[in-house]
């Protein structure tokens, strides 16, 4: 059922009726310094009737590729619908953006704290005001996300098995891969869930970093999700992916067998046969070299580009073609 109709959209309290845009700055808690720290909620609403569709990004406040990606749906207006309700929110852990961090100051990851709390600590009222205020009214998403710390994703839609509608989703947005992954308790992506809001997770890059291949796979990725909704706007051109997404069921980590230097070999995205070489792990007084090889057949989806590693260390993700289920 779609939830947007001819009457006005409340969000936050501001009503946005059809045909009209509307930046809502809303301000949950202020700094320390009693300075104001919004976030800008970007609602752009056609006069035609259609689904509203949230594209979210920053809820790791150091995930910045996923901010870059809601920032080129704006500035080249693509959340301009031709029909329905596009609504960005860029950053959602503005506190986590200002400091470079992934937590809120209270130390807790927003994006375990869903559904949250009106009276609990300030990530989690952060994520009862999203869910309450913004969430009713959203039919699709998109949450982009990119990998942690020193870890690099290849460009990667996640998604729970077996939930067919999520899959069309899936496949319509064509990221190279696309990776089952169980929702896990607290995320937004489960919560959302809860509420009927068809979410899909993207993950590319890795935090503190812009790349600008996975922004373009993100942007394009959401033309053809709204081309899909009939709501692009015809002057955007769509790229159409050659080849299907590949769907990645079962995986797994490659770890370090001894601390040292990791020299990356560039595999990020590529199928590798078993034995195949991943990287190199020296020490650094130039006594030894050790090769880090593919333990099995599978495509790289994740590489830990630390210079440093410890033995133990996750350094690589692979798939694993040889065998089939849940991660």
């Known amino acids: 059922m779609i939830k947007n109709n001819s009457a006005p959209i409340i969000i936050f309290g501001e009503s946005i009726i059809p045909g009209e845009s509307k930046t809502i700055n809303v301000e949950i808690a202020r700094l320390h310094t009693t300075t104001k720290l919004n976030i800008p909620v970007i609602v752009r609403r056609s006069k035609i009737d259609g689904p509203v569709v949230l594209f979210s990004a920053g809820i790791h406040g150091d995930e910045i590729n996923g901010v870059e990606i809601v920032r080129q749906l704006i500035s080249k207006k693509i959340n301009r619908p031709k029909k329905g309700t596009i609504i960005c929110i860029p950053i959602i852990n503005v506190y986590g953006f200002v400091n470079k961090s992934r937590e809120f100051p209270d130390g807790r990851d927003l994006n375990r704290v869903f559904p949250g709390s009106k009276t609990g600590s300030l990530a989690s009222r952060f994520a009862f005001h999203i869910l309450t205020e913004i969430m009713p009214v959203v039919n699709y998403a998109v949450d982009f996300h990119a990998g942690g710390a020193s870890r690099f994703n290849a460009p990667q839609i996640r998604l729970a098995q077996h939930n067919e ?6 496949d319509v947005f064509n990221a190279p891969f696309t990776l089952y992954s169980k929702n896990i308790a607290g995320s937004f992506r489960s919560a959302s869930e809860k509420l009927n809001v068809k979410m899909l997770l993207f993950e590319g890059g890795k935090s503190l970093d812009i790349n600008n291949h996975i922004a373009d796979e993100g942007v394009n990725g959401v033309k053809r999700l709204l081309s899909h909704l009939d709501m692009l706007d015809p002057k955007h051109n769509v790229m159409e992916q050659k080849i299907p997404t590949i769907y990645i069921e079962k995986s797994g980590w490659v770890r370090a067998k001894c601390s040292g230097l990791l020299h990356d070999y560039n595999t990020i995205g590529t199928f590798l046969k078993k034995g195949s070489i991943l990287a190199t ?3 650094p007084y130039g006594k030894f070299e050790r090769k880090v090889k593919a333990p099995n057949d599978g495509y790289v989806i994740n590489a830990n580009l630390s210079p440093i590693v ?9 798939s694993n073609t040889a065998e089939n289920g849940d991660e």
């Open 165 to 170: 509608e999520l899959k069309i989703l899936a």
């Open 281 to 283: 792990i020296t020490d």
């Open 310 to 318: 410890y033995e133990g260390d996750a350094i690589y993700h692979m």
